[in-house]
């Protein structure tokens, strides 16, 4: 069984488009994110959720909204698609503890903006 | 946030001990160093996480000075499997609003060669 999976696994959209990434976890964690890896391979945080509360927002244009429908789900929903936005976008989840500090990642999702 | 620097690549052979020095001189007393190492098309994979001194498992070993201003990912007889980007990444344990509030490095891509 996939532990954190990610649908869809490429994405290919044109600009302007709204589109959506689906996230889920199996493992009973309370604390889900997402990041975007770029063509040169850095990593970075853009969201985090804790219990479906909003803990991490960084420098992320509105046009990305997160949505949790529960603890297990966290979706990113992307409107007005630009150019820059083509990356792989990684979900991730972990278990909220003092003793926590393993995040497991998902496959991600290779998107491509036209 | 800590920031961390890392060399862009290292080459390696097969059989040998491979040494990634990571440098995060503004690391706060409650931030971990965790390892990271991610293969082509896949997500990151948790290696190994240390606090201070020598942390070992059957991965790898992680070496912290007295001081922590750096670390020091050792990967014992490397194998042409081990070719991956590895990232180092500083910050607190992930319990509720520390989730997210460690920064990646930028990668160290390790190519093993026959």
């Known amino acids: 069984d996939t532990a954190v999976s990610q649908t869809p696994k490429y994405l290919v959209t044109q600009m302007g488009n709204d589109k959506s990434i689906k996230c889920e976890q199996n493992l009973g964690h309370d604390t889900m994110y997402w990041y975007k890896q770029d063509s040169k391979k850095f990593l970075k945080i853009m969201f985090s959720y804790n219990n479906k509360e909003l803990i991490i927002n960084e420098t992320v244009p509105n046009r990305f909204s997160p949505k949790s429908p529960d603890k297990a789900h966290l979706n990113l929903h992307i409107n007005s698609l630009e150019l820059g936005d083509s990356a792989v976008y990684f979900c991730a989840s972990s278990r909220s503890g003092s003793d926590s500090y393993e995040q497991y990642f998902g496959p991600g999702t290779r998107l491509t903006v036209t | 946030l800590a920031k961390t620097t890392q060399p862009i690549s290292m080459d390696s052979y097969e059989g040998q001990e491979v040494n990634i020095t990571c440098s995060h001189n503004?690391?706060?007393?409650?931030?971990?160093i965790t390892w990271y190492q991610q293969f082509p098309s896949q997500g990151p994979r948790f290696i190994i996480q240390g606090y201070k001194t020598k942390v070992t498992n059957e991965v790898a070993s992680l070496f912290i000075p007295a001081d922590r201003k750096s670390s020091t990912l050792s990967l014992p007889r490397v194998s042409l499997s081990d070719t991956a980007v590895y990232y180092c990444?500083?910050?607190?344990?992930?319990?509720?609003?520390?989730?997210?509030?460690?920064?990646f490095g930028d990668g160290t891509t390790l190519t093993v060669k026959p």
């Open positions: 503004n690391i706060a007393t409650n931030d971990y």
């Open positions: 990444l500083v910050g607190p344990r992930l319990y509720n609003t520390n989730a997210g509030k460690s920064t």
